[in-house]
């Protein structure tokens, strides 16, 4: 997608991903899942813009590179930061156990997020049927964190 996403291509994108997933399930038992993964795409995309006209800034100031890697890495530079092991392109690398991988990247955003107020905790991405079987295995997750790849959620690429 290469214009400004609109709310309707949002949507279709968030259905679409949701009939994927579903299966022969109730959209209801995945729709966490999805708006989980769609809030830790926003958060970095929007952390990476931030830090990226930060970095503009700091490099206009002449401040050397290690200066700018460390200012970059202060939380309080930051309205709603992401912590490394969090971040986009770190997350998708997990190959081993993405789910509990993802509870303890949520774990970390909302320790350094205060606002969050524990509700990304809440999210059991090693939740398990009546069988046994995970929700979401590591195959599913890794799909559904390639679609989210696919889109840009960073302000200015919103067209809403």
Request: charged residues 35%; negative net charge; glycine residues 4%.
């Amino acid at each position: 997608m290469s214009d400004k996403l609109s709310l309707d291509q949002l949507e279709k994108f968030i259905d679409e991903t949701c009939d994927f997933l579903r299966g022969d399930k109730d959209a209801e038992e995945f729709e966490e899942y999805v708006l989980a993964i769609l809030f830790l795409k926003r958060l970095n995309d929007r952390f990476n813009l931030d830090r990226e006209i930060r970095r503009e800034k700091l490099v206009l100031k002449g401040l050397s590179e290690s200066q700018i890697s460390k200012d970059l890495e202060q939380r309080e530079s930051y309205r709603l930061f992401v912590p490394t092991m969090a971040r986009w392109d770190v997350v998708k690398q997990e190959k081993q156990d993405l789910g509990s991988y993802l509870m303890k990247a949520f774990a970390e955003i909302d320790d350094k997020n205060r606002g969050c107020l524990g509700l990304l905790n809440t999210i059991d991405f090693m939740k398990t049927t009546e069988t046994g079987e995970r929700y979401m295995t590591n195959a599913i997750l890794a799909e559904l964190m390639r679609r989210f790849e696919e889109i840009n959620l960073a302000d200015d690429h919103l067209a809403f």
